[in-house]
């Protein structure tokens, strides 16, 4: 017996259930709410859809089941990339890589443009670490407080802040909501970071343009903060252009197509030997939890520092699978260069775990397939289908208060309809992120503007009209779909649609 579809204002009920238990979540939890609150609002929302299908449509659980395990099964690579992501973050950190290159990148801030300055070196940071939260809490704090020494508006440098976090945070490999976007659309990681290019590049440069011009005006010196960074720094990590090796071979790799897992496995190896070359001392401390002095000279170590065959393989494991941290006498400094390891992403895969249950519900149901009919009444063209998605991430990021939640949801409601209208799954990544990750931290209510707005001591509403990278981030991505560059649509080449090729679209 076929299924029936439910009535989509039936369908909207889970998601209206989802979005009531995320309000009391956020309202209970703050930022604190992708620690548990919010798993546990969509295993509710789940609950909600499972009863009204079984109870009043006649679908079996066994219906259910068999979606769950063919959507985990889905991203069960997914999973493993987030683990070694973890490894990643954990070992480019303490080896001395990243640390390298914060001390080169705070170093070239010049007060005349220290907004665009601002920006870029959130960009990098961000970038490397894959985190825009651990760099606006981080480095981000510090660049307020240089902000304030340079009489430079607050909202602004908040502006340049969270821009270059975003941006960075957007493109790196070891984000987790780039790759959540990628694996919840079924787009290859490396796919999905090269088509964002397209958008997220000319986006970057208007943004930086902009900050760049109005931060001409200002004159003051900030030297003695960068002083505090770069000693604090090179005080404890052995800064060293070697250790720039590893990013530039993992670059290599990335250029050559290498699977992602491969590439974040092979590339957290390359970091931990030179972990083990350069920075014997950390691994040291972080393995007895004793503090290592390191001396002037660069290559030798300070007197109580106790090297064994021992305590360096320990601490290399444990940079690897838990959560480390490194004295550098600067509490800022402090937070920036502790890591969480493989451990730090168990929060991050327990929200995907049970965000692909509720999506995997949904579909059985037949619940996302009545909301995607409504949805593609109103798709007529490549425009209204890039802006509805766009629109879709907006009012998700609104509703449900959490940016991983709306990648998810805006990707189950759309990936049939980009299936069905004949596009390629690497659009669809693109415009979640351009559309949800971005517009995430401009939200008052939401996990990620309540975050930044704490942290950096600045209201969400002050800071966004200077968030340029955030604002003009959704309409270049519904630009590009405009103009039609690189978007590519399957065309049926013979009538048995056996013959299929991706040919530029014509809408």
């Known amino acids: 017996m076929k299924q029936v579809i439910p009535h989509p204002l039936v369908a909207l009920v889970p998601v209206v259930v989802l979005i009531g238990f995320l309000a009391v979540v956020i309202a209970l939890f703050g930022s604190d709410s992708l620690s548990g609150g919010s798993q546990v609002a969509l295993l509710m929302g789940m609950a909600v859809c499972v009863s009204i299908s079984m109870t009043f449509y006649r679908v079996s659980w066994r219906v259910f089941e068999a979606q769950i395990k063919k959507t985990l099964g889905e991203v069960s690579i997914t999973l493993l990339i987030l683990l070694c992501v973890g490894m990643l973050a954990g070992s480019w950190m303490i080896s001395g890589i990243v640390p390298t290159l914060i001390y080169y990148g705070v170093q070239v801030m010049s007060p005349q443009f220290f907004l665009v300055s601002a920006c870029i070196i959130c960009a990098l940071v961000s970038l490397l670490s894959g985190s825009s939260w651990t760099t606006i809490a981080t480095i981000g704090v510090a660049l307020l407080g240089i902000g304030h020494a340079l ?52 986006t970057f440069l208007i943004t930086i343009t902009i900050f760049f011009i109005t931060g001409l005006g200002n004159s003051t010196s900030a030297e003695l903060h960068v002083a505090e960074y770069t ?98 006498g600067n509490d800022s400094l402090n937070e920036l260069v502790s890591t969480g390891g493989m451990a730090g992403m168990l929060n991050t ?9 509720f999506g995997a519900a949904m579909v059985a149901s037949g619940m996302i397939e009545s909301l995607t009919q409504v949805l593609l009444r109103w798709v007529k063209s490549r425009v209204s289908l890039v802006g509805s998605t766009v629109g879709t991430g907006i009012f998700l990021n609104i509703t449900t208060g959490d940016q991983f939640i709306s990648i998810v949801l805006a990707a189950d409601m759309y990936k049939e309809v980009y299936r069905e209208q004949g596009y390629e799954s690497r659009l669809l990544s693109r415009t979640c992120e351009d559309a949800a990750t971005v517009t995430s931290v401009l939200v008052p209510w939401n996990t990620c503007g309540m975050t930044q707005s704490t942290v950096l001591g600045v209201p969400t509403l002050t800071y966004l009209p200077y968030c340029f990278f955030n604002l003009l981030s959704p309409l270049m991505s519904i630009a590009v779909a405009a103009i039609g560059w690189r978007i590519y649509r399957k065309e049926k080449m013979n009538h048995d649609g056996t013959n299929n090729e991706f040919t530029e679209s014509e809408d």
């Open 151 to 202: 009489g430079a508006s607050e909202a602004w440098t908040a502006g340049a802040i969270i821009s270059g976090a975003y941006f960075g945070d957007k493109m790196s490999p070891l984000s987790d909501t780039t790759i959540l976007a990628s694996s919840a659309t079924g787009t290859d990681l490396f796919t999905h970071i090269r088509y964002m290019t397209l958008t997220t590049v000319p």
């Open 231 to 328: 000693e604090g720094l090179s005080g404890t990590f052995r800064i060293s252009l070697w250790t720039l090796l590893v990013p530039l071979l993992t670059g290599v790799l990335i250029a050559r197509r290498v699977p992602s897992l491969i590439v974040l496995f092979a590339s957290s190896v390359m970091a931990g030997i030179v972990a083990l070359l350069l920075q014997p001392h950390i691994l040291t401390e972080i393995a007895t939890g004793i503090s290592q002095t390191v001396i002037a000279t660069p290559h030798s170590l300070g007197e109580n520092c106790q090297l064994s065959p021992v305590n360096l393989v320990r601490g290399l494991a444990m940079t690897y699978y838990g959560a480390t941290g490194v004295d550098t």
């Open 349 to 357: 895969i327990w929200l995907i775990l049970c965000a692909m249950c």
